[in-house]
């Protein structure tokens, strides 16, 4: 059974540099598919940050791309994103998941629990 | 980006009713779309793939429908653990995109 586990701080300052990581296990992340991060904000809907394929290839949401990395640690299994100069607007739980039905469909089949990240001076 | 319209944006009902959930896309996505379930304070669960494909372990009444721009999330018989929120989700073009969601709340 594949597991995702977010992992990272809960609390930022505005201008600071949000780090999550996303530690995998029961699936290589160098496998033929995609592993992404999504988020949604308090009481709202669901945004795609981004996904990494197994390759290595990154594709990022243009409202954010400024901003992203996304990065992963073959030798640990596990995928991490970077978001750069957060505001309040960056509030958010944030979710990486993964797509392993099939090597051409990108939708999400396993999620981590989510890791709630509140940006406030 | 492909912009999705889910509606109703919430709707009341029964258990045992049958529910139905539309999302549009705003261009041709082929069969390039999910529905996920999400209950509260859990992540969303994908329910259907590639627009008709039911995920494993997701029961026989929830069934989807729809390709090109027009899409139906179907649950035959509502039952207790139904009511969440629905999303819909293209992956047709990056950026992926989701609908507004659907809340479905006990009558």
């Known amino acids: 059974q594949v597991q995702l586990q977010e992992s990272g701080p809960g609390l930022l300052k505005p201008s600071e540099t949000l780090s999550l990581t996303c530690a995998v296990s029961?699936?290589?992340?160098?496998?033929?598919?995609?592993w992404g991060w999504i988020r949604q904000s308090p009481g709202k809907g669901l945004e795609w940050i981004g996904s990494m394929h197994g390759s290595g290839s990154t594709y990022y949401n243009p409202s954010l791309k400024s901003r992203l990395t996304m990065s992963k640690d073959t030798s640990k299994n596990q995928f991490s994103l970077k978001l750069s100069s957060v505001t309040a607007a960056d509030t958010a739980v944030y979710f990486c998941a993964s797509s392993l039905s099939s090597p051409e469909t990108e939708t999400f089949d396993f999620w981590g629990q989510g890791t709630l990240v509140t940006v406030s001076s | 980006a492909i912009q999705l319209t889910q509606s109703p944006s919430s709707l009341s009902a029964s258990v045992g009713d049958r529910v139905i959930i539309t999302c549009r896309a705003s261009q041709d996505i082929n069969s390039a779309l999910g529905w996920y379930r999400q209950k509260p304070g859990k992540g969303p669960e994908l329910l259907i793939y590639?627009?008709?494909s039911l995920e494993g372990g997701v029961p026989s009444r929830v069934s989807g429908s729809g390709s090109g721009t027009d899409f139906t999330l179907t649950i035959s018989s509502l039952q207790p653990e139904d009511f969440a929120v629905y999303y819909c989700q293209q992956f047709k073009s990056y950026p992926l995109t989701f609908g507004g969601g659907t809340k479905v709340e006990i009558k």
């Open positions: 029961g699936y290589s992340i160098t496998s033929g598919f995609f």
């Open positions: 590639d627009a008709a």
